[in-house]
């Protein structure tokens, strides 16, 4: 069955490096865009970064922009993301998607892995 697990998250002081890892099984993870994106409590989820299927051209918010990188590894069926200089406003549940957008467009999400920023 389709699974994405996500882990790598914790505490870490503010200006610390987490790298997060979404491990992809049952489907074709190469032919799937992958992003993460991150919940915190009282809030509405965010996207935080997109690295597509194809060229793996890369996408970012503004509130990540040149702090976090997504990366994928299609022959490990692993999808990353090196978040660096984390600040106190970057603590949520960071969750992993792949998307394919071929009809009919499927959707797929992990669990998702906590990150606390925290002195």
């Known amino acids: 069955q389709v699974q994405l697990v996500e882990s790598g998250g914790g505490l870490v002081q503010p200006g610390g490096s987490l790298r997060l890892f979404c491990a992809a099984s049952?489907?074709?993870?190469?032919?799937?865009?992958m992003s993460w994106y991150r919940q915190a409590p009282g809030k509405e989820r965010e996207l935080v970064a997109t690295i597509t299927s194809s060229t793996g051209s890369t996408n970012y918010a503004d509130s990540v922009e040149g702090r976090f990188t997504i990366s994928r590894d299609n022959a490990k069926n692993t999808a990353y993301l090196q978040m660096n200089s984390l600040k106190p406003e970057d603590p949520a549940v960071y969750l992993c998607?792949?998307?394919?957008?071929?009809?009919?467009?499927?959707?797929?999400w992990g669990q998702g892995t906590q990150v606390t920023v925290s002195s």
């Open positions: 049952g489907f074709t993870f190469s032919r799937y865009g």
């Open positions: 998607n792949a998307l394919y957008l071929q009809p009919p467009t499927r959707s797929y």
